[in-house]
């Protein structure tokens, strides 16, 4: 292949997985850097379907770990009608987030889940606790609370609307500029850091052949779900990470990361969620 077209290639595949059908499977050799797995970086593709709405997913492989990506529901935004970005802040879940988190969890309770891990904000603690509350096995799991798997620390920016950050201001934090990290605030790559280590400690936990579920918050799954596609961190805002979705990720004894789908959202027939200003 000539050189642009191999970069179309793989600029439709990664197209392809930031959609929020989840009706392929991908593998994806990728470097952590805490881990010291070893890969190279490439694209693979295999099929998956689905079977009433719902992601076919293969039972795990008797060496691999599964984790279950879970971002919290939709929330009640701190500036009401007025949307502000609250990153870190312990804003609370509105009554059609309740649902839809309590929609994630029946979704999970066919999966035999060996740790339910989320970080420490209520948002996050909810639906952790409604995935654990349905668990068969639940008297034998503990809820692991984590601080790394808190959302981005967007410092004094919270509380601000766009118009008041500044459109330019965003998209070079977006695109990971460090010099417009706002005060008291976090970057992203500092953010993606501390996540990946939370998420390498879970996967320490998680037996081979078993799977684990993490719920957490928007920013905190496109640092995962950009680890395993390979996708660098200055484009990682660009994936769609819907109110309590579910992203599966495999990680195989040699480091190969499967994303089996991404923001899978189970329909029961809620409304659709205001999802603005993370």
């Known amino acids: 292949l000539e050189q642009s077209d191999a970069m179309m290639i793989k600029f439709v595949l990664l197209t ?71 990153g870190s802040q312990d804003v609370q879940l509105s009554e059609l987030g309740e649902q839809e988190a309590a929609a994630a969890a029946d979704y999970l309770k066919r999966f035999d889940i060996q740790h339910v891990a ?47 950050i500044g459109k330019e201001n965003m998209e070079r934090f977006d695109a990971c500029d460090v010099t417009v990290t706002p005060e008291g605030g976090e970057s992203f790559p500092e ?11 879970i996967l320490s936990m998680t037996d081979p052949g078993q799977s684990s579920v993490i719920v957490s918050h928007l920013q905190v799954t496109r640092c995962m779900l950009s680890d395993c596609l390979g996708v660098p961190t200055t484009s990682m805002t660009e994936h ?35 999802d603005y200003a993370n």
Not at 191 to 201: F, I, P, T
Not at 241 to 260: F, K, M
């Open 16 to 86: 392809l997985a930031s959609s929020l059908t989840p009706t392929l499977a991908y593998k994806i050799p990728s470097q952590s850097r805490l881990t010291g797995f070893s890969y190279a970086r490439k694209l693979m593709m295999t099929s998956s379907s689905q079977h009433d709405g719902v992601p076919a997913l293969p039972d795990v492989a008797a060496q691999a770990k599964r984790l279950f990506l879970v971002r919290h529901g939709e929330v009640i935004n701190p500036g009401g009608d007025c949307a502000v970005f609250y």
């Open 118 to 164: 989320c970080s420490p904000l209520k948002r996050a603690i909810f639906g952790a606790e409604k995935v654990l509350g349905l668990q068969k096995n639940k008297k034998h799991i503990n809820l692991v609370v984590n601080s790394g798997f808190t959302e981005l620390n967007r410092g004094a920016w919270c509380g601000l609307t766009l118009e008041e």
């Open 191 to 201: 953010l993606k850091e501390k996540v990946l280590k939370a998420r390498d400690y």
């Open 240 to 274: 769609k990470v819907a109110t309590a979705s579910i992203t599966c990720i495999d990680y195989d004894e040699n480091g190969t990361q499967s994303l089996h789908f991404q923001s899978f959202k189970p329909d029961i027939g809620l409304r659709r969620s205001n």
